[in-house]
T-cell receptor
């Protein structure tokens, strides 16, 4: 158990819908990262937040957005969902001065 | 461009045999390197990391990796594998992206299958 929690574990929805994925980092970690794992693209970095502020953006679609709240939990919002958005979405957290990232168990999103 | 390449998508190996999973990276600057393992239906667990210092890094579950700057490689090795090592292994790099940004760039993964 890494100490990073993600909810829900599974999510099944339809095309065009909007969903919210939630992540709680390890106690004391200020950074939260979101990654997408799909069969064709592999593991790709989406976005990073540090202590409530966006720090870096990767291959995140405009239909996707994220935020980190004062209690440091983070939410990833996916809208106008398409079949190709079906994937595993991982959250990771890291300590203030550390390089190591601790991954949550992931949320499996299925878009029908 | 900065990238990570895992040369083998699948590696079958007999139980108690040695294994090497290959990883190469492309970068003109210093990088930090990691190996993660993903068991079926689970998240990623860190096996080991190279930040600086000794080029031979030891990790959990008997795994080790060697950083080779001249060959830009970071191959993962285990002298004797067990059935429980069956999983997917990911090599990852942290390239410099500016202050406070430490996102990981992953390879495509190598599926290790240990045959009884």
């Amino acid at each position: 158990d890494s100490g990073v929690t993600q909810t829900p574990k599974h999510l099944i929805t339809a095309t065009g819908q909007r969903v919210t994925l939630r992540c709680s980092p390890r106690s004391g970690d200020l950074s939260v990262y979101w990654y997408q794992q799909s069969l064709d693209q592999g593991l790709q970095f989406l976005i990073q937040y540090y202590n409530g502020e966006e720090r870096a953006k990767g291959n995140i679609l405009e239909r996707f957005s994220a935020q980190q709240f004062p209690d440091l939990h983070s939410e990833l919002n996916l809208s106008s969902l398409e079949l190709g958005d079906s994937a595993l979405y991982f959250c990771a957290s890291s300590p203030p001065q550390g390089n190591e990232q601790f991954f949550g168990p992931g949320t499996r999103l299925t878009v029908l | 461009a900065q990238s990570v390449t895992q040369l083998d998508s699948q590696v079958p190996v007999f139980e108690e045999a040695p294994v090497e999973l290959r990883c190469n990276y492309s970068s003109s600057v210093s990088v930090y390197l990691f190996w993660y393992v993903q068991y079926p239906n689970q998240g990623l667990q860190l096996l080991l990391k190279y930040l600086s210092g000794s080029t031979l890094v030891k990790g959990i579950n008997g795994f080790e990796a060697e950083f080779n700057k001249s060959q830009t490689s970071f191959h993962l090795r285990k002298p004797s594998v067990h059935i429980s090592d069956t999983a997917e292994y990911f090599c990852a790099a942290q390239f410099p992206h500016g202050a406070g940004s430490y996102q990981l760039t992953f390879g495509k993964g190598t599926k290790l299958s240990v045959i009884p």
